[in-house]
């Protein structure tokens, strides 16, 4: 730790520490600061802004002994743009990083023994893998800009180029750019809830090469809409369809509920596993096609489904994970709040010739509790994949009194997914392997299988006194 006083600014410092996020930690002025771009070891020299602040912030001066594992970012705007804060640390390291940030997640909780977590598997090629794109629209003094957030701010930066996405969503950013110029459309105003367009989202299919453009507008429609469809279209003539989000909520929120279609279809067609599924603009999809099938197949694997197996999937989106677990099963039950998603699920269960699966959209907590009490279906396996908050502590328990052979929870936190964890190791159910899979390079973001199987004797709340207390906590969902 460095120990200058409060008057001094530019400090020379060691990086601590990575975060989970990806940002380097540093201790000075008595402070935990997060610096994006560090890589831990680094001795750096830093500007410290306002060190009596609770949360200062630091620029980088100079990097006086850098990281053996650094390298130079692709992307021109790293730093500034919120999006990526690994890009300086090379493609290995980062998968051994998310390794480890899974392995400190899991022993935190589980504390009396150590969990199997195998290696992150990783992209042979992890550039312009992400398939779908939000791209935020704001004002640049008296002109619109779109780009992405800075970190922890409403400022967009501007980028071209963006070494993750899929190259389309650049031709039509400018597309739009170029049209609300012409046309002096306002931008929308995150603070004072005004102006018209808000956000401009793409989403590809990677096997089939189609796009759908969203636009999210704080109305109805947009001037020259006309223009803009044959402008787009010229642009990108893999377009299959351009929809209007009508949003007018003052929230953070990307989508409401409310889709036009202005041109085409609204209906995106890919292939994953070797099935076809069709999703809405609102339906949840993985956004790395070529991840989503490790991920998938690892859950499937892990999951060992025979054809006697009857098999819960829960929050199953548009089924994408469902449809495949299907071919190895007896039946399946899919359960997903979203009935627009549910909708895509049945329709993509159709498409694919699979009969065997019943899908719900409800609440899972109440659903699980419907199919389990009163219609008396007992599961072999249960796949779940919920969302960054995890499982309601209600669920978990049901789980495992319903006691599966297997349980195979796919998650997007290893935070949630290590609290979730100590719960059904307490109530019966060892978590036998972890396999971390990369599906954002150059984030700090990590995708997890975990794999539970019951215990030789059930688990009591003695042996780890005062961990379901503490798992418990966090109830939102």
């Known amino acids: ?12 410092v060691r990086v601590d520490a990575q975060d989970p996020s990806g940002a380097g930690v540093i201790h000075t002025f008595g402070k935990k600061i997060l610096v994006t771009g560090l890589i831990v070891g680094e001795k750096v ?4 802004k306002n060190p009596q602040d609770t949360y200062p912030e630091a620029e980088i001066k100079k990097i006086v ?12 705007v790293f730093g500034r743009c919120g999006g990526c804060s690994l890009q300086m640390l090379a493609y290995p390291e980062q998968l051994a990083l998310k390794k480890r940030v899974v392995k400190a997640a899991l022993q935190k909780t589980l504390e009396d023994r150590s969990v199997l977590v195998r290696p992150t598997l990783g992209m042979k090629d992890p550039w ?3 398939n779908k794109v939000q791209y935020p629209v704001g004002r640049d003094g008296k002109f619109p800009v779109i780009g992405f957030y800075a970190p922890v701010s409403y400022r967009i930066v501007s980028n071209r180029g963006c070494p993750i996405q899929h190259p389309e969503a650049d031709l039509l950013k400018t597309v739009l750019l170029s049209h609300m110029k012409k046309h002096r459309i306002s931008p929308y105003d995150e603070r004072e809830g005004e102006g018209l367009v808000r956000t401009l989202m793409t989403r590809k299919g990677f096997a089939t090469g189609e796009i759908t453009l969203i636009l999210v507008l ?7 809409m006309e223009e803009f469809v044959e402008a787009a279209r010229a642009a990108v003539p893999a377009l299959t369809g351009i929809v209007v989000n009508q949003n007018t909520k003052k929230s953070r929120v990307i989508l409401s509920r409310e889709n036009r279609v202005v041109w085409g279809t609204p209906i995106l067609t890919d292939k994953l596993l070797g099935h076809t599924f069709e999703l809405s603009p609102n339906s949840f999809y993985q956004v790395n096609h070529t991840q989503a099938e490790v991920l998938y197949r690892t859950a499937l694997e892990l999951a060992a489904i025979g054809p006697g197996d009857t098999v819960f999937d829960l929050y199953s989106g548009a089924g994408t994970l469902t449809v495949p677990a299907a071919k190895q099963a007896k039946e399946v039950w899919g359960i997903e709040l979203s009935s627009e998603a549910t909708a895509d699920a049945q329709r993509n269960a159709k498409r694919n010739g699979i009969e065997n699966v019943h899908f719900v959209a409800g609440d899972v907590v109440k659903e ?4 389990i009490d009163k219609k008396k279906i007992s599961p072999d396996v249960i796949i779940l994949d919920p969302p960054r908050a995890g499982c309601d502590k209600s669920l978990l328990l049901m789980l495992a009194g319903a006691r599966p052979k297997r349980i195979v ?4 936190d290893p935070q949630t997914l290590a609290r979730d964890l100590g719960i059904l190791e307490l109530h019966g159910y060892r978590v036998a392997e972890v396999q971390p899979v990369d599906l954002f390079p150059h984030t700090g973001h990590i995708e997890a299988v975990a794999l539970l199987e ?7 709340a003695e042996k780890k006194p005062g961990h379901e207390a503490r798992a418990g906590k966090d109830k939102n969902r």
């Open 1 to 12: 730790m460095h120990n200058a006083s409060s008057a001094e600014r530019t400090v020379t």
């Open 45 to 48: 020299a830093l500007h410290i």
């Open 65 to 76: 002994e850098p990281s053996p594992h650094r390298v130079e970012p692709k992307c021109p």
């Open 128 to 130: 312009l893998y992400r």
């Open 218 to 224: 704080n109305g109805g429609s947009m001037p020259a």
């Open 368 to 371: 699980v509790a419907r199919l």
């Open 409 to 412: 929870y796919v998650s997007c």
């Open 454 to 460: 019951p215990m030789t004797r059930k688990a009591t």
